[in-house]
């Protein structure tokens, strides 16, 4: 009992928390955006393999970290444009679509990285994303070690969980999303181009899932290796409905997630002579599970999500 | 220009749809495999001899294709029903463990004839077993099986991981993770002597065969395809809805964990964590090149296959990254979503 409040009270714990969080808060942030234009982002879990990939290649070809950022924030942006041209202006199914930009984000990203990065017992390293520590807040006791030393780009995700929510409750272009988001066709007869709504949110919203994947390869680890993604996009994609399509909430939701996440590791190191380590690392899974039959019927979705606008057609 | 809703679809643009996506798909690749400084014209040709070339590369390629035609007829019956199934990968992988659990045990002394029918219909349950989670929570909480059943992949995974280092771990296997062999009664005949493959392809064919006649023939087919079109629809002409989609999905997971059981049986004879190359996945894209038809499925998951076995030859001789063929696959998926699209819209000026 006293080592779990140990564990519970040592700045470390929390510090994890944040650090895990950071990839689900742009990738949940992201799929947010996406869904409450009416367009689910299945590419999520490919475009975070792509953003991780082609951040760590820039960085390993000289470029600055935040030129990494950027190239996998631009990439992202590059494929949800392909998921909106197929799923806004063909109106495609978009489960399907995505699972397809999905499938083809993440091998294009292991062929790239192998045609760059030729295999190698142990894989290539950059230098990562160093800890800010924020004057004077860091000189706090406990919280301050905890909270105010991570690096930039974490930071930079928990600004964005706060600008996303003045920009889609407080701006007239959050009003033009949601409303794209609950009936086209009524925001269409107020003047919004409904299409050009769903393309801005889609490339922004990739652009996002991209940022998350490159704090992976750039922050969280400093190498890539295919498979490290881990179903971090999925689990984004259970935390859209957790979160109610709130970007507030979705940063709550994706920091609660990650204290358990970083909670589970630290019970791993505890227990694990006693109970095998898969245990834990299925808990994510499982979490994000129930956490979608929790929230599933409560939630209230976006009217139009997943329904093709084509203009004159019903 | 503007899309204009075709009055029908023509029947032949439908048919030669897949080759024009798998065309399409293969130039775009053929622009990566340029820029990556080979000669575009040699690398398919290679992968086509490496898929083809000789009796070992053709077999290699049937093996292959094997557990893909099972997945992909996976995806295609619940596609079909609109049920999205993305969780064939791990209901491959309780398949394969559960084969590997009974075969290995107590039933392993039992004659072929009697256990290897057992072993199919175990993989099966347990691949049914996996899918109707995500269905139940669909129909009692509505939560989308997508992200569940994709979720589940991943514990599907670890599961096996759990089993294989601890109570089904080989201790003959100098330490590595893999499970106990399965014993040589449950252990598939081979098709053509002097190659790995095994009469797993016949029972998959017999499966696509067999769920096409079901889809054509019978009522369940019927009302599948009512629930896939319209469950409003179906529901106003008596289609019982639920009844139909947990049917779908123990039709669908069944066909995954049977995958698994073969794959097991007809290759390795034991389960590590990388038994399936993503099966699960390329079954998806399957499914969706043979436009959900199950006979089409086995012509599908044959270029699938021969992509990846002949992919190894050719990145070997000029040293293209073999990623290339799940780069190709999944551009496949993609064009093969516009070509659909394209027999159901004309493109109007």
């Known amino acids: 009992m006293t080592a779990l409040f140990d564990t519970l009270a040592s700045a470390g714990l929390w ?35 792509f953003g991780a990939m082609v951040g760590w290649l820039t960085v390993f070809n000289g470029g600055d970290l935040w030129a990494g950022m950027l190239a996998a924030a631009l990439a992202g942006a590059a494929f949800g444009l392909l998921h909106a041209l197929l799923t806004v202006t063909l109106g495609l199914s978009q489960h399907v679509t995505g699972l397809g930009i999905t499938l083809f984000a993440s091998s294009l990203s292991y062929f790239l990285f192998r045609l760059n990065v030729p295999l190698a017992s142990s894989p290539p390293t950059i230098e990562p994303f160093q800890p800010l520590s924020i004057p004077f807040l860091s000189d706090l006791p406990f919280f301050g070690q905890a909270v105010f030393t991570q690096t930039a780009p974490t930071y930079l995700a928990i600004l964005m969980a706060v600008f996303m929510t003045y920009v889609i409750f407080r701006t007239p272009l959050g009003l033009a999303i949601r409303m794209t988001g609950e009936n086209p066709h009524a925001a269409e007869a107020q003047g919004i181009n409904p299409v050009g709504i769903r393309y801005g949110t889609i490339m922004v919203g990739s652009a996002l899932m991209g940022t998350g994947g490159a704090f992976l390869t750039l922050s969280a680890f400093n190498s890539f290796f295919p498979t490290m993604v881990q179903g971090r996009g999925w689990i984004c994609i259970a935390l859209v409905v957790f979160a109610s399509w709130r970007p507030g909430r979705a940063l709550l939701g994706a920091l609660l997630f990650a204290f358990f996440d970083a909670f589970q590791l630290r019970l791993q190191a505890a227990l694990g002579g006693i109970i095998p380590y898969q245990i834990f690392l299925m808990i994510p899974y499982f979490l994000s599970i129930a956490a979608l039959a929790v929230m599933a019927r409560r939630a209230r979705v976006p009217q139009a999500l997943m329904q093709p606008y084509r203009r004159g057609e019903r | 220009m503007r899309l204009e809703r075709r009055s029908h679809r023509p029947l032949f643009l439908v048919l030669v749809s897949p080759l024009i996506a798998i065309a399409a798909a293969l130039a775009i690749a053929g622009i990566l495999i340029a820029m990556a400084g080979a000669p575009v014209l040699e690398a398919y040709w290679r992968i086509g001899v490496g898929a083809f070339g000789s009796r070992l590369a053709a077999t290699e390629t049937l093996t292959r294709a094997t557990p893909l035609i099972l997945t992909g007829l996976a995806a295609a019956v619940a596609f079909r029903a609109r049920l999205w199934n993305i969780g064939a990968e791990g209901q491959f992988y309780v398949g394969a463990i559960t084969v590997a659990a009974l075969g290995s045990g107590a039933l392993s002394s039992l004659p072929g004839a009697v256990l290897i029918p057992i072993l199919f219909a175990a993989g099966a349950l347990a691949g049914m077993v996996l899918m109707l989670l995500p269905l139940w929570l669909r129909l009692r909480f509505s939560v989308d099986e997508v992200v569940t059943s994709l979720l589940l992949n991943f514990v599907a995974v670890l599961f096996v991981s759990l089993l294989i280092d601890g109570v089904l771990k080989d201790p003959l296997a100098f330490g590595w993770p893999q499970s106990l062999p399965v014993g040589d009664h449950a252990l598939l005949p081979k098709l053509i002597a002097r190659s790995r493959l095994h009469i797993g392809l016949a029972v998959a064919v017999a499966a696509a065969v067999i769920i096409h006649l079901v889809q054509s023939r019978t009522v369940f087919g019927m009302r599948s395809r009512a629930a896939g079109l319209s469950p409003a629809g ?12 947990v049917m779908v999905a123990c039709l669908s997971g069944g066909l995954a964990g049977l995958s698994g059981a073969i794959e097991v049986m007809g290759v390795k004879g034991y389960v590590t964590t990388d038994l399936s190359p993503g099966y699960g996945y390329s079954g ?10 199950p006979v089409g499925v086995i012509a599908a998951t044959v270029f699938t296959a021969a992509m990846f076995v002949g992919a190894d030859g050719m990145s070997r001789a000029l ?18 979503l516009i070509a659909l699209f394209l027999t159901q819209y004309r493109i109007r000026r």
């Open chain 2, 284 to 293: 998806i894209i399957v499914a969706m090149l043979a436009n959900l038809h």
């Open chain 2, 234 to 245: 179906a529901v106003f002409a008596g289609v019982p809805f639920g009844r139909t989609l």
């Open chain 1, 15 to 49: 510090a994890a928390t944040l650090r895990i969080a950071t990839p689900l808060i742009f990738g949940t942030l992201g799929a947010v955006l996406c869904e409450r234009s009416g367009v689910l982002n299945l590419g999520i879990e490919g475009i975070m393999t």
């Open chain 2, 319 to 336: 040293g293209i990254p073999s990623y290339i063929a799940d780069v190709t696959v999944a551009l496949s998926l993609l064009t093969m």
